[in-house]
């Protein structure tokens, strides 16, 4: 039977559940904004779902009772916690997984393919029990009964949750009206369009990959869906291996925090023709506007922090279009944190129209071709 976000986090509070951490999805978009307006147990927004297995670790150490929630896009971030503490130190935890792409994945998000197939698996290889929680099967609370005799035997237990498991999950991005004053993801996707000249633009997972596919498409743009939190790096190997082109990299804070180390790989190797721009809206706006537990993160200056040579914080589009238009005209790599509002209206994904294998195979020979060299610009040459 299908439960209400009200019945999910009830029923959590019922089994003696002290502590929720993970990632946001939007199957738990509901139970997360009850949560996070104060009802069941307390929420830890985590960087990513490995490091909500550590808190979760934790809190069972100090003796609360733990639950995660998270998507099964990031289980990989999850085996190495699982691997080498929960299940060595015997840690027991509760952790409940979405299941994008099962039972298949749809037309327009092959990123969900393998994982929608996978996880069940591989949890099986590890020796951890699972079940699936779906809208015609046993209730939460029957599954939660099972899962405890796993627990009482110092195991963790995962319960998979397909899709229309939980009724009132939410559309994604249904968040607050944008705050007066700051400017919009797609204004600023426009400014970055206005200066980037022919830039080749990589765009993270989520809102921002749709926004500059809808407002500026090109052979010379990478749109990332999944992956969430490397599309830095991805921009580095690329700047790296192709020295004469200029990249910009249109970030999110989420994804920064999901995997920072990236910042420090970029400032120690230096690339000169990399500018990093991170829309800091301090949610996750395709997930249906959770709080990403990065509200005290000052990105510029971890930047500096990590070897940029210069970062930048702006909030408006033509603090954005200064600070960009500057950027590119020294050598890297550059940061330029731009505040920005959520919400806003978003676009249709570019592999409605494009299939992912097309958007890199262009992308790729986007770079073969020759670059045609600007006046003065020494990294054309």
């Known amino acids: 039977m299908t439960i209400s976000a009200q019945g999910m986090v009830e029923t959590l509070t019922a089994h003696g559940y002290q502590l929720a951490t993970g990632v946001p999805c939007s199957y738990f978009a509901g139970p997360l904004r009850l949560l996070d307006q104060g009802a069941g147990p307390p929420y830890v927004a985590a960087a990513n779902e490995g490091g909500a297995i550590a808190i979760a670790a934790g809190a069972q150490l100090g003796g609360h009772r733990p639950v995660v929630l998270a998507q099964n896009s990031g289980f990989g971030n999850m085996i190495n916690p699982l691997t080498s503490l929960v299940l060595p130190y015997g840690i027991p935890m509760t952790v409940m997984v979405s299941m994008r792409g099962w039972p298949a994945a749809s037309a327009g998000e092959p990123q969900h393919h393998w994982m929608g197939q996978v996880v069940p698996g591989w949890l099986d290889s590890m020796g951890i029990a699972h079940w699936m929680l779906t809208a015609d099967g046993p209730p939460l609370e029957e599954l939660l009964r099972r899962a405890q005799t796993v627990l009482d035997a110092g195991r963790p237990a ?224």
Not at 189 to 196: D, H, N, R, T
Not at 276 to 291: E, K
């Open 158 to 381: 995962f319960v998979l949750v397909a899709k229309g498991a939980i009724a009132d999950a939410g559309p994604a991005g249904k968040s607050a009206a944008p705050p007066a004053g700051l400017p919009t993801r797609d204004e600023l996707v426009s400014a970055v369009l206005q200066e980037a000249g022919d830039a080749h633009l990589l765009s993270t997972t989520g809102y921002l990959s749709r926004s500059l596919f809808n407002l500026g498409d090109s052979d010379r743009n990478f749109y990332m869906q999944g992956s969430m939190g490397h599309v830095a790096s991805v921009a580095l190997g690329a700047a790296l291996a192709n020295p004469q082109r200029r990249f910009v990299v249109l970030d999110g804070d989420g994804a920064v925090l999901m995997h920072a180390g990236s910042l420090a790989t970029i400032g120690d190797l230096a690339p000169v023709n990399l500018t990093h721009v991170v829309f800091d809206n301090g949610v996750y706006d395709s997930t249906g506007g959770q709080r990403t537990g990065g509200q005290q993160t000052d990105f510029a200056g971890m930047a500096l922090a990590c070897g940029y040579r210069q970062a930048w914080r702006v909030d408006s589009t033509d603090g954005l279009r200064s600070a960009l238009r500057t950027a590119l005209a020294k050598d890297g790599p550059c940061a330029i944190v731009v505040r920005c509002a959520s919400g806003a209206p978003t676009g249709e994904r570019a592999s409605n129209s494009v299939s992912v294998q097309e958007l890199s195979d262009r992308f790729r020979k986007s770079l073969a071709t020759a670059p045609v060299a600007e006046a003065g610009d020494e990294r054309a040459s």
